[in-house]
Nanobody
């Protein structure tokens, strides 16, 4: 199992920036992909961004392309989500997730989430 702890959420005005951090611990050697998801009130959890742990290849939801950047530091098992040009519709609880080797498309482990609120 991989334990995940998010931080960096908060309140920001529209157009502003935030950087989320996810610290991974436990069986980190088993990580294949790391991703960020979000869930707004009354909505289903949705995919935001992901990267392949070994080579850093990234993938983004259309709604955040060009505004958000996912990155990693494998030396300290950290994943980041830099969020720029934030919009009120980005308001949500943001979750970090890990997909382990051999799990295919399944996201195995989840953090507790961090709240991001964007005011208009």
């Amino acid at each position: 199992q991989v334990q995940l702890l998010e931080s960096g959420g908060g309140l920001v005005q529209a157009g502003g920036s935030l950087r989320l951090t996810c610290a991974a611990s436990g069986r980190t050697f088993s990580i294949y992909r790391m991703g960020w998801f979000r869930q707004a009130p009354g909505k289903e959890r949705e995919f935001v961004a992901e990267l392949t742990w070994s080579n850093g290849i990234t993938n983004y939801a259309d709604s955040v392309k060009g505004r958000f950047t996912i990155s990693r530091d494998t030396a300290v098992n950290m994943v980041y989500l830099q969020m720029n040009s934030l919009k009120p519709e980005d308001t949500a609880v943001y979750y970090c997730s890990a997909s382990r080797l051999g799990s295919g498309l399944i996201w195995n482990d989840w953090g507790q989430g961090t709240q991001v609120t964007v005011s208009s």
